[in-house]
């Protein structure tokens, strides 16, 4: 049965740690053990969350602090759906909830072109980390031929509302967009009444 007691409980946390301490550094620390906790079991996601689409990969806002100072979205991935290359220019975790992903990374030279660099898998449970300055030039991709994945994303922002942008690989051409979101809804965090039945 779906409970979404575990993410309500991530959201409390995360900001919990976000009012202690704002450094980026700290809240991707903290905040990877966290998601780690969140993505360890797969039994909390409602299933509208976790459609993918037949046209692209699909980006659900799970919630966003009142302040825009974090998001949390899944991440829903058909058979060999693919971001192009991209930045986020805020910081980012992704936990790996159901299937698998794989990330190339890229570094940008001087004349602006990018290099792939390395390419990671990231399996159930686990979580990794995105910088601006460090890391932050990557395209990500279903791992899996044949079945759906999903991972969750936690960002230093409201991400669907960033100004961020998308490049050509050959050329290093920029060309700047907002997200949005696939959804126009978001979870319901609060009602405890399905709760209280079951228990």
Not at 141 to 154: P, Q, R
Request: hydrophobic share 30%.
């Amino acid at each position: 049965m779906t409970t979404i007691s575990s993410l309500r409980d991530f959201i409390v946390d995360f900001t919990k740690l976000h009012d202690t301490d704002s450094d980026p550094q700290t809240l991707q620390t903290e905040g990877a053990k966290l998601l780690r906790r969140l993505v360890s079991r797969d039994d909390w996601l409602p299933d509208e969350f976790a459609q993918p689409s037949p046209e692209r990969y699909s980006q659900y806002l799970l919630h966003c602090d009142p302040l825009e100072r974090f998001s949390v979205v899944s991440f829903v991935w058909g058979p060999g759906q693919k971001t192009p290359l991209h930045d986020h220019r805020v910081w980012g975790l992704i936990g790996m909830l159901r299937g698998r992903e794989s990330e190339t990374q890229y570094e940008r030279d001087a004349m602006g072109h990018f290099h792939a660099t390395e390419t990671s898998f990231l399996e159930p449970g686990e979580v990794a980390t995105l910088a601006p300055g460090v890391n932050d030039y990557h395209l990500v991709a279903n791992a899996l031929e044949g079945e759906t994945s999903i991972s969750i994303h936690v960002y230093g922002a409201n991400i669907g509302g960033v100004s961020r942008a998308i490049y050509d690989p050959e050329t290093g051409t920029e060309k700047t967009f907002i997200s949005g979101y696939s959804s126009e809804e978001t979870p319901n965090l609060w009602d405890r009444s399905r709760e209280r039945q079951a228990a």
